[in-house]
């Protein structure tokens, strides 16, 4: 009865969560802020703790953004921020374990000394036993974002939808920061995020969640209660998904 009683309240049963890097730098903007770390992986452990499967994807902007790098090599840019990733997944797995969380890190480069390779039906059973698992080095290619990262693990791994964790409280017309006019929306179709060039996510991305049906929910991680309220299925944020 228990069990039953705590499904009742979800929404989404398993679900990919992109976190940016920024935020896991909390007010400094570079690097890492353990004590946010902490307090975004405490309320993934409550989501956990309701029987939630959750598979996480995190940029690495707060340390490297490969496509800002100037004039550098494109593809070693890009491998320097796989790396980045690598750095912020390890962060979430050492927060979550010692919140009694059981963490897998796989990476999409083999690094067999830190992480698992990323194997999707092993990822898959890692979830169906009630284990986190966190998706590192974005697809493993250069020239694509962790946007597009999370919307091809979540394709393969048959999640209910990406939980997308910004900076901002859902997705404007324009910035919000620099416009004070700037009007949100609550509801997008994929078509209209490609359409009206919104940042939400690129393209690649976001064509890949409309070819594949994955909803995605855009939603401020200011307030990190709000992931839990997010699996809840509780109106915040932006949802872009098909027209009905």
């Not at 890097?21 to 975004?40: H, K, Q, S, W, Y």
């Not at 594949?212 to 872009?240: C, H, M, S, W, Y």
């Amino acid at each position: 009865m228990v069990g039953m009683w705590l499904n009742l309240q979800l929404k989404y049963k398993r679900v990919l969560l992109k976190l940016s890097g920024e935020a896991l730098a909390g007010n400094t903007r570079f690097g890492l802020d353990f004590d946010t770390v902490l307090r975004i992986c405490a309320e993934i452990k409550k989501c956990i703790d309701l029987g939630v499967e959750v598979a996480i994807v995190v940029g690495g902007g707060n340390f490297w953004r490969g496509r800002s790098s100037g004039q550098m090599d494109r593809t070693r840019a890009d491998h320097m921020g796989m790396l980045a990733t690598t750095i912020n997944s390890l962060a979430l797995a050492d927060a979550l374990e010692q919140l009694d969380c059981i963490v897998r890190v796989q990476t999409a480069i083999t690094m067999n000394q830190i992480a698992e390779p990323y194997i999707r039906n092993r990822a898959v059973r890692h979830l169906e036993k009630g284990r986190v698992v966190i998706f590192a080095c974005g697809t493993g290619n250069p020239f694509f974002s962790t946007d597009t990262a999370a919307a091809l693990r979540a394709a393969e791994i048959e999640a209910d939808i990406i939980l997308k964790a910004s900076l901002v409280d859902g997705i404007y017309n324009s910035d919000p920061k620099t416009n004070n006019n700037a009007v949100k929306y609550n509801s997008l179709t994929y078509l209209d995020v490609l359409n009206l060039g919104l940042k939400v996510m690129d393209s690649t991305a976001a064509t890949l969640c409309r070819d594949n049906e994955i909803p995605i929910l855009v939603f401020d991680l200011n307030e990190p209660t709000n992931i839990l309220r997010a699996v809840k299925g509780e109106q915040i944020g932006t949802i872009v998904k098909e027209e009905e």
